[in-house]
């Protein structure tokens, strides 16, 4: 199966985001914090990292810069999920190496999209 990690602090809409994710054949793994996140990637090498745009001790820039420069994890593609349509701070984060952005709230059909723009395509979800 193919793994994704979502760092996330608050539980908010994750069984959402579970569901749609279990449909493409993810496992999924939750990290609080970015830093924890980091400690997750060296453990368990995700396929896919989930990445919120505001994060209270590091910004996702910032994580995407350790992430890279330390080789932690291999080279997982990374979503930022961002709260608004940002294109600075999203045009920043990609520049740091994410692969693409969802804006929030995003529906199983756009994840689906995204998904298959970073090269996760599943035959199980309709397009």
């Known amino acids: 199966m193919?793994?994704?990690?979502?760092?996330a602090d608050a539980a908010g809409d994750r069984h959402e985001l579970v569901s749609m994710l279990n449909a493409h054949g993810f496992t999924v793994e939750f990290a609080p914090s970015p830093e924890q996140a980091l400690l997750a990637c060296r453990r368990s090498r995700p396929d896919l990292i989930m990445l919120p745009d505001t994060m209270p001790s590091m910004s996702s820039v910032e994580f995407l810069h350790r992430l890279r420069r330390t080789g932690a994890g291999g080279d997982p593609a990374v979503l930022i999920c961002a709260s608004d349509a940002n294109a600075a701070s999203i045009g920043q984060a990609i520049w740091e190496g994410a692969a693409e952005c969802l804006?929030?709230?995003f529906d199983a059909d756009i994840l689906n999209f995204k998904l298959r723009q970073v090269g996760f395509a599943s035959s199980n979800v309709a397009a």
């Open 2 to 7: 193919t793994h994704c990690l979502i760092i």
């Open 103 to 105: 804006v929030q709230p």
